[in-house]
Every structure is written in structure tokens, then in C-alpha cells.
């Protein structure tokens, strides 16, 4: 298990607030799920580094096709 700092205060809100579609964040640190063994585990860091935003990447694949066409062909 990975061991993880307690939960920090992130102090109070800053003058000038990373704002997005309308929604103000104190924190302008992003944290991704990628790297976490688990849910509980990426909650945990979230806490503890303050961050008010994670970011999830999604895999798309398709099951009516070859593993090789499964690409979206989209730019």
C-alpha cells in the first residue's frame, strides 16, 4: 500500500481564481487517475495534494471490430 500525507488545508481562496465554465478553484493543481492502483488511492492523493480537479482518461474501443480498426478515426 502506498502511504499517503494527510490532508492539507489549502488556505484561503486566492486573489485571482482559476475560473472554468463559471466554477472558481482555489487550486490550480490538476491530478490524473492514471498512475493510482485505485479509486480509494486516487481520492486519498487528491486529498492530501489539495487538488480541486482530476482529470480521467477514457479508452474507446469497439467490440464489432479488430483490435487495429478500434482507433478513432477522428482528428
Known amino acids: ?3 499517503v500525507a ?3 488545508d489549502t488556505g484561503p ?3 485571482d481564481p ?3 465554465a463559471g466554477r472558481s478553484y482555489r487550486s490550480r493543481l ?3 487517475t492514471g498512475k493510482f492502483k485505485d479509486l480509494d488511492e486516487t481520492r486519498r492523493a487528491t ?3 489539495g487538488a480541486e480537479i482530476v482529470t480521467v482518461a477514457i479508452r474507446w474501443s469497439s467490440s464489432k471490430s479488430s483490435p487495429t480498426r478500434a482507433r478513432s478515426t477522428r482528428t
Do not use: K
Open 1 to 3: 500500500m502506498t502511504a
Open 6 to 8: 494527510p490532508a492539507r
Open 13 to 15: 481562496a486566492i486573489d
Open 18 to 20: 482559476l475560473v472554468i
Open 30 to 32: 490538476l491530478t490524473g
Open 47 to 49: 486529498e492530501a495534494a
